[in-house]
Structure formats: structure tokens, C-alpha cells
């Protein structure tokens, strides 16, 4: 079974979890504007005109598409019924309603999660159209919850990929510390880790300018930055946030590292007691994220460790998502703020993989933010990949 044959099966049996009759993924020249789920329910075709994929909780798979494009879905193996047509989709996806007579129809608009948000306002409109004066029309609720759920909820296939991301994301956090020098770039490390994906045969997890981060000493801004001409120095703490994509599925790592000054053995003690409170709040997180846990409960548990020790709150989710893309959408570890919407009240499936991420800063030295990777089972999150558990110490010479 292929992976796209896997997830249009898990759909299926998602559908009738949430008693929802029918999906319908409603696309046009996805060349231009392509909806996130069709990696799941296509692949990486295109679709050219105007096309209505329909997956129902009875277990029917319709494709109503160009006649252009009817072969190559045809050859996915994935859609048991196939509709082409020549000049109008609107006269045959009523029909099909007709036949199917759903009692709802979840469409893919989403307030919270950006990969369930794929039907553009203008293609909204169209299908209104498309349906008036049927019953139809006024049967169209949200598809979140179904596409959130069937990101999430990895396979053992999108597992594998994810774990063997963060397995070359870790083999190149090895070479890139037995590379590392005082005096050095943060752009010159980041080069060498460009030039170890492209022997690895990997991509980015995110994009290039600011993947991996390489944040050196207490002047380097932390954040969705690239890295800059700051040099490596003995008493800087450094830290990278780093991740690759394999296979179409991505990791998404921090790692941290201490520079000796001349006569150190190890890092000062305010550096070792920050590094440590961030461990500590990786594990609190950790031991509550479990299945049916809301996420923003998982999320307190590490940021209060974090002010508990007397630290700022440090103003981000603690974890996200990770799949096809680093933040990958869904229930999210995070606070309830405007701007994570309701993402922090949703709960936290089987198969679902985080990101578990808390940082603080150690004035004079620089930040600390340590990430893992953790996979949702039934009986809690187990790490993808072997967690940084010490602080890294490089000799300053």
C-alpha cells in the first residue's frame, strides 16, 4: 500500500469516527494555489481545472477532474470512481450530492490550523454557487477537524521518514561540533551544515536563510533569523535550531553548546543552572503529553518550570507539530494567546509528533533553548532521536 492509499484510508475511518458523511477537497490550477491535504489524498500532481475530491465515511473515494488529468489519478489506485468531464464540474458534483446525500459536507476552511485552510474565499464562493438551490449549500461545515487529524496522526511510514530526519539531523550536529572553532562565523558553521545536507542528500525544513539558526554569545538575536558575521567567542553559550527534510518529511532540533574560557573545565555555574532548568522543563513537558491531554496543560507544565526557577516567560508555544512541515498545524503546546487561537485547547492524539522547545536566556553569555522531537503513543511521548541531556563543551582555542 502506498502512502497516499494509507492516508486516504485513515480519512475514511477518521470520517466515521467524527460522523461526518463526506469530505470534499474543492481545487482549481493547484500549480498556482495548491490546498495542503492534497500530499495526502493526491500527491504531488496537479490538478488543471476545476476538480471535486470526495471521500465519504461509507468508504466511496470520487474524483471528479479534468478529462486531461483522469488517467494519471487513475494510475494513484486511490479513487474507486472517477469522473472526468470536458466543459462543467458544477452539473456532476450535484449529481454525485444527489446520489450521496450527506448531511454534511466538511470543506476545507479552518480558523486555527493553516493546513485545514486550503479552500480559497473565491473557491468558497464558487461552490456556493455551484449548490444553490440544493440542500447542499447549506450543509458545508469545517473540515479541521478531519484534516487535523489525519496530519497528525502519523502512520508508521511517516514515522520512519521523521525518525531518520532527526537521525541525519543528529549525525550532522556531531560533524559540526568536532568542526567548530573560536573565531569562526556564525555564517561559516552554517555553510558547513549546508554542505553536510547536500551530502546527505537532504533538504530544509524550513527555509535556507534562516535554517539552521546559529545563535553565538549574548549579542546574536534569537529567532527566525539567519545566522550573521558574529564570531565565535570563549564564554559564549551557542545555539542552533536546526532541521532537515527526508523524504518529504522533516525534523526540527536545538542544540546547545558552551565555549570554555582559558582555565575553565566547565560552564559557569549560572550557565549550567539555565541549561538544566530548560531540561527539566523539556522532561515536565514530557511526562503530562499524553493522548486526550489538552495541549496548553502540556505546555504549563514547562513554563512554569521555567518561571519557578525565577526566569522570564519566554513568549512562544512550547511545542508544535512536526510532519511534511516543521509547524505542521493542529492541537499545539502553547498558552492561550490571541494568536495561537484554539489550538491550545485541542487535544493531543496517538501518533501525533512535537517539537518540545522552552529557551531562556543567561545575561552575558546568551541563549538557551533546547528542542526534541517526541512521538505520541499510548503511553506518553518517547524521543525520536537520542535528547541532548549535557551541555556541549568546546575548548576556546
Not at 538557551?368 to 535528547?387: K, Q, R, T
Amino acid at each position: 500500500m502506498t502512502l497516499i492509499q494509507e492516508k486516504v484510508s485513515q480519512a475514511i475511518d477518521i470520517l466515521k469516527e467524527k460522523e461526518i458523511d463526506l469530505w470534499l477537497t474543492f481545487v482549481r490550477e493547484t500549480s498556482g494555489v495548491r490546498d495542503p491535504v492534497l500530499n495526502f489524498i493526491l500527491g504531488p500532481a496537479d490538478l488543471t481545472w476545476e476538480s471535486a475530491l470526495l471521500l465519504t465515511r461509507s468508504g466511496r473515494k470520487i474524483a471528479i477532474i479534468g478529462r486531461l488529468e483522469a488517467e494519471e489519478v487513475g494510475r494513484l489506485g486511490v479513487y474507486d470512481e472517477i469522473i472526468p468531464y470536458d466543459t462543467a464540474v458544477s452539473g456532476l458534483l450535484r449529481e454525485t450530492l444527489a446520489k450521496l446525500d450527506p448531511q454534511q459536507i466538511a470543506v476545507n476552511f479552518s480558523h486555527n490550523n493553516v493546513h485545514a485552510d486550503g479552500l480559497t474565499h473565491a473557491m468558497y464562493l464558487k461552490l456556493q454557487t455551484y449548490l444553490e438551490g440544493t440542500p447542499y449549500a447549506e450543509r458545508l461545515v469545517s473540515a479541521e477537524a478531519v484534516i487535523s487529524s489525519l496530519r497528525g496522526r502519523k502512520t508508521a511510514a511517516e514515522t520512519g521518514k521523521i525518525r531518520r530526519a532527526v537521525e541525519i539531523t543528529d549525525q550532522i550536529y556531531a560533524k559540526t561540533f568536532e568542526f567548530i572553532r573560536v573565531g569562526m562565523s556564525e555564517k561559516e558553521v552554517a555553510a558547513f551544515m549546508h554542505a553536510q545536507m547536500a551530502k546527505a542528500g537532504v533538504g530544509f525544513a524550513w527555509p535556507r536563510g534562516s535554517n539552521p539558526a546559529v545563535n553565538s554569545g549574548p549579542d546574536s538575536v534569537v529567532g527566525h533569523a539567519g545566522p550573521t558575521d558574529i564570531k565565535i567567542q570563549p564564554g559564549h553559550l551557542l545555539h542552533f535550531d536546526f532541521g532537515v527534510k527526508f523524504d518529504e518529511y522533516c525534523s526540527d532540533i536545538q542544540r546547545m553548546v558552551y565555549i570554555l574560557r582559558p582555565g575553565e573545565t566547565d560552564a559557569p555555574a549560572e550557565v549550567r543552572r539555565g541549561f538544566d532548568t530548560i531540561r527539566a522543563a523539556v522532561e515536565a513537558c514530557r511526562a503530562v503529553l499524553k493522548p486526550g491531554v489538552i495541549g496548553k496543560d502540556a505546555d504549563a507544565a514547562a513554563r512554569q518550570t521555567v518561571t519557578a526557577a525565577g526566569y522570564p516567560e519566554y513568549m512562544y508555544g512550547t511545542g508544535h507539530q512536526l510532519g511534511r512541515v516543521a509547524h505542521d498545524g493542529g492541537a499545539l503546546l502553547g498558552p492561550l494567546w490571541e494568536k495561537y487561537g484554539d489550538q491550545p485547547n485541542q487535544r493531543v492524539e496517538v501518533g501525533n509528533v512535537y517539537t518540545i522547545e522552552p529557551g531562556l536566556a543567561v545575561p552575558g553569555y546568551g541563549y538557551i533553548g533546547l528542542e526534541e522531537d517526541v512521538l505520541v503513543s499510548e503511553s506518553g511521548a518517547d524521543y525520536l532521536g537520542e535528547p541532548q541531556r549535557k551541555l556541549i563543551l568546546l575548548e576556546g582555542i
